[in-house]
């Protein structure tokens, strides 16, 4: 299926091709322009892989340059990677329009653009690959896109420093997966995702018949809990929860808005999918039946202590907060820190409830941030006492904060409330009634930090002439109404099947190695029949 590929290609060669267009071209409404066509056109290509994987019930490989695995490296999408990435490329639909009304006629728009398309193939790749180098290279280009975003208003200290610490330290966590990378292949002979689940699934042992090197002190189980230690330590950084938090604070704020809701709404999610993909898929430590079931405990104990520190400690760090960015930024290390209790559990009913709350997150996340981007250009000020009461000028702005505060918050009947209540669930069902404690503290802390958004923004002192002349234009309308009808459609009804399937995908992966496999034994019967064997 080429459609895997090329959306992830689609993105890079516009970005590539932007830059080279701005030596002849100047008119800002044609990168606006070309930029949005390519975002919905990845759109549609990434919602048709969704839609042939769900309705094919079985995951979807291509390989690259015609490999097959072992051998090349492989896409392998399967119902939560499809998801993810139609859902990533929906709100970055929005994001661009709001990045037209935002950045208007700015100068550096082709360079905006092209980091900007490169983060999103970033986030399609890591959600597409079924290859642990691939995902490597596709951590290091979301990072470059990301620091370069950043720093876009590099006239700025704040955008450099929070530009420095954010890179600094990624190149670190990159380093990290790097070398487990390492470990993975000298332990396992091979970075394919799929292969090395088969050999961690003593059933499949018959099949996968490669013998690994054992690395360390001749016991394949350290090496794996080493892989995932340094594996583990990358993803929480990307996803911002504690104790690998401190850069996000700081660069949400320096970003310009519209990358302030990427990084926020999208960018964390795919260090929590990384997380998911390594324990339940690649390495099974949930999984009864696999190799590493006995890392099972150490792992739920450090990642449940993780999201449980991380959403109180956020929740707390929110009330005191000052500039309205940085609040945002600390409401997103509460709210992966949820996701990361919610996937800790190792049921299939906690991975049902961590992505819910992924999805309901982003689009509460990416709402409330360009809503306040919209109150934070009217008053020229983040100081959350000096913002602007835009909403009771523009109704859509007041109405966005309204419901995108009370989602965050949990109130019903908007999709946070029910993804908090599914994962209050996956606790009961796993018999973690101190998650539950977790939960309702931070949620009822957090409150008190949205409703100090909320009131100057809603019931502030409203502008008056050009600055209300500024509120208006088509870009900025869909930009918010994208995730505003997101967070109100997304309730159980309409999303308790994905879900289910999803959740089964992920805690059941034999039809994701099955595909590895077959994709490596289609390939040598073909070699064998065409050479006359």
Not at 410 to 431: E, H, N, R, T
Request: aromatic residues 14%; positive net charge; contains cysteine.
């Amino acid at each position: 299926m080429h459609a895997v590929a090329v959306a992830p290609a689609l993105l890079v060669a516009v970005a590539f091709t932007l830059p080279l267009l701005s030596l002849k071209v100047r008119r800002a409404k044609l990168f606006h322009g070309v930029t949005l066509a390519t975002t919905s056109a990845v759109l549609v290509l990434t919602v048709y892989n969704y839609a042939y994987v769900s309705s094919s019930g079985r995951p979807l490989v291509y390989r690259m340059g015609g490999w097959p695995p072992p051998l090349g490296i492989v896409y392998e999408v399967d119902p939560l990677s499809a998801l993810l990435a139609a859902y990533t490329a929906l709100v970055l639909v929005a994001v661009v329009a709001y990045s037209s009304w935002y950045l208007g006629e700015d100068s550096g728009l082709p360079y905006y653009y092209a980091l900007l398309l490169g983060l999103e193939a970033g986030l399609i790749g890591i959600y597409y690959t079924g290859d642990v180098f691939n995902l490597f290279v596709m951590i290091e280009v979301l990072g470059i896109t990301c620091y370069g975003l950043v720093a876009y208003y590099r006239s700025t200290k704040e955008a450099v420093e929070a530009s420095f610490k954010y890179a600094f330290f990624g190149a670190i966590a990159g380093l990290l997966y790097f070398l487990a990378a390492v470990l993975i292949y000298a332990s396992f002979g091979n970075l394919t995702m799929g292969f090395v689940a088969a050999f961690s699934r003593p059933t499949y042992r018959l099949i996968y018949w490669n013998v690994a090197s054992t690395l360390i002190w001749g016991n394949i189980t350290a090496a794996t809990g080493a892989v995932l230690a340094l594996s583990l330590w990358t993803f929480t950084f990307k996803a911002g929860v504690f104790p690998n938090h401190f850069w996000l604070p700081d660069a949400h704020p320096a970003a310009p808005t519209p990358i302030s809701a990427v990084l926020s709404g999208l960018v964390v999610n795919a260090g929590a999918y990384a997380a998911v993909r390594f324990l339940y898929t690649v390495f099974g430590v949930f999984d009864p039946l696999s190799e590493f079931y006995e890392l099972s405990g150490y792992v739920k104990a450090v990642l449940m202590a993780v999201g449980a520190v991380s959403a109180l400690f956020a929740s707390v760090m929110m009330v005191v907060q000052t500039d309205v960015k940085r609040l945002i930024a600390y409401s997103t290390i509460m709210h992966l820190g949820l996701v990361f209790t919610g996937f800790s559990l190792g049921t299939p009913e906690g991975v049902g409830a961590s992505v819910y709350h992924m999805l309901t997150h982003a689009a509460g996340k990416a709402l409330l941030f360009m809503s306040a981007g919209v109150a934070i250009e009217v008053s020229r000020t983040r100081r959350i006492a000096e913002l602007r009461g835009v909403g009771r000028v523009y109704k859509l702005v007041g109405l966005s904060t309204l419901l995108s505060c009370l989602s965050l918050v949990g109130l019903p009947p908007l999709a946070g409330f029910f993804s908090k209540l599914v994962l209050y669930q996956a606790y009961v069902q796993s018999g973690h009634f101190e998650l539950i404690a977790v939960l309702l503290t931070s949620s009822a802390i957090a409150l008190l930090g949205y409703f100090k958004v909320l009131y100057p923004i809603v019931l502030g002192q409203p502008p008056v002439g050009s600055e209300v002349a500024r509120l208006r234009g088509f870009g900025l309308a869909a930009a918010l109404l994208i995730p505003l009808v997101l967070i109100v459609v997304l309730n159980p009804p309409v999303v308790g099947g994905i879900l289910e399937q999803v959740s089964r995908a992920v805690t059941d992966p034999g039809k994701y190695i099955d595909e590895a496999l077959n994709s490596f034994i289609n390939y040598v019967s073909r070699l064998y029949l065409t050479s006359g064997g």
